[in-house]
């Protein structure tokens, strides 16, 4: 049965997959560093704010002390990047958050969110793996070829893929290397809280012994983000060599 999503300001969608639209449109309405200035799409961010705190989806309240405006700005993790809404609060405390995650309303598991504990302990790394190769292999025109369909592509067309073992194998065996059970994932992480953007080990040593582990696993290539050059890959058509990391 499909379950509609209402806003406390009383708007209201048929699906997820409407309401997800909705606030997709609105973020390209906006530029990076721009005040969200229509009255509508502010007083729908602050009924997404608020389903966000009446669901409980953990850290502290977004919507806080109150609201004083929202922004659209770029958010920067461990080895990428993407555009999302802020609040501004009026007592100037800010905080980014995910209409998404308030729209579907269901809070990230133990296991999730120590899948991104191990996405940020590498992004850094795989981001500069990704810069080598085309810093290395790349052609006069800053391209180099796909692995999986040999099309060229350039920097921002290109994403480093992991063959065998995939990422989330590596993930898991590293977890049960360390002995850690599935339900007590989240005493080793950090909690959600302003402006933290991703999840990460609230013990380096974790995250460094994480990063250890996969640099020595992970066998990485460079593929096309475009999924008509080959949505798989396929160790006989690979034509470039492999990205390892060091140790």
């Known amino acids: 049965m499909v379950k509609p999503i209402e806003l406390p300001n009383g708007k209201l969608w ?14 390209g ?7 969200v200035d229509r009255l509508e799409d502010h ?6 704010l608020e389903r966000y705190d009446l669901l409980e989806l953990g850290g502290p309240s977004k919507v ?8 659209r700005r770029l958010n920067r993790g461990e080895g990428y990047s993407s555009p999302g809404f802020w609040v501004v609060r009026i007592d100037g405390t800010e905080t980014d958050f995910s209409c998404p995650k308030a729209i579907r309303g269901t ?12 996405r940020s302990a590498v992004g850094a790394d795989l981001a500069a793996a ?6 290395h ?23 480093l893929r992991h063959a065998d073992p995939q990422f989330g194998q590596i993930v898991e065996e590293f977890r049960q290397q360390q002995g850690w059970a599935k339900a007590d994932l989240k005493e080793r992480l950090t909690t959600a809280g302003d402006s933290q953007i991703s999840t990460s080990f609230l013990d380096e040593n974790d995250a460094t012994a994480f990063r250890t582990f996969h640099h020595k696993k992970a066998v990485l290539h460079v593929v096309s983000k ?15 060599r492999a990205v390892r990391l060091e140790p």
């Open 137 to 159: 292999f790349s052609d006069a025109d800053g391209k180099i070829a796909c692995d999986v369909s040999g099309v060229l592509i350039s920097f921002s067309q290109a994403q």
């Open 64 to 71: 806080g002390p109150g609201i004083h405006h929202f922004e």
């Open 226 to 240: 475009d999924p008509t050059h080959g949505a798989f890959l396929d160790q006989g058509r690979l034509v470039n």
């Open 14 to 27: 048929r699906t997820q997959k409407e309401a997800l639209q909705h606030f997709k449109e609105m973020l």
């Open 29 to 35: 309405r906006y530029k990076n560093d721009q005040i």
């Open 43 to 48: 007083d729908d961010l602050v009924a997404i």
């Open 130 to 135: 990704k810069q080598r190769q085309f810093d």
């Open 107 to 118: 809070p990230a598991t133990a296991i999730e969110e120590y899948y991104a504990a191990c």
